[in-house]
């Protein structure tokens, strides 16, 4: 049943977003009860932030030592291009960084539950190609992190345009050059 209301709460986020999403919305299209949705979460944004948190969790950047922050970078763009393709999460994650500039709960629940988890995935990357001598130990380690992923997440989400592997060699060059001059 965990399974259904999950993907209730995801297509529902997806057609009506946050703030018209209601727990009995998600009841009717789970084909469930309200103490299904009640004896798990006290309220429709501790179930938004739990689920969205888990599917977050089995999507997290890879951080097994490459041995080349080239082959990183590369492997990050294509691996948040795949997770950004999906039709869902195309319409959610914009919905949920919107809705979070309006609810200040909702912002600090999932930055510490969805972005400071991919935030540390990151700068572990980043950590080893420093340890490698790749990048210098006194690198704006938050800078660097929001250069992994902001210009992916705006050309995706925000602007659209071609992502083909010209674009991953591109962008993936372009990282690298940005990593290079973050001091």
């Known amino acids: 049943m965990t399974e259904t209301i999950r993907r209730a709460v995801f297509e ?12 009995e919305a998600v009841t009717r299209r789970a084909r469930v009860g309200k ?11 501790a179930m938004v932030v739990e689920l969205v948190s888990e599917a977050a969790a089995e999507h997290l950047p890879a951080t097994a030592d490459s041995g080349s922050l080239p082959d990183d970078v590369e492997r990050f763009v294509r691996d948040t291009m795949a997770d950004l393709r999906h039709p869902l999460v195309g319409r959610i994650v914009p919905d949920l960084v919107a809705e979070s500039a309006r609810n200040p709960s909702l912002s ?19 950590h080893q190609a420093i340890d490698r001598g790749e990048l210098p130990a006194d690198i704006d ?31 993936t060059r372009a990282v690298l050059s940005a990593l290079a001059a973050s001091r």
Do not use: I
Not at 12 to 23: C, D, H, P, V
Not at 141 to 150: K, N, P, S
């Open 141 to 171: 380690m938050g800078l660097a992190v929001d250069l992994f992923g902001a210009p992916l997440y705006f050309r995706m989400l925000a602007v659209g345009g071609p992502t083909d592997d010209a674009y991953v060699a591109r962008l």
């Open 12 to 23: 529902e986020l997806a057609q009506t977003g946050f703030a018209r999403m209601s727990m």
């Open 35 to 45: 103490a299904a949705l009640y004896r798990r979460w006290p309220s429709k944004e």
């Open 108 to 126: 600090a629940a999932l930055h510490e539950a969805v972005l400071a988890p991919r935030r540390a995935a990151v700068a572990t990357v980043l």
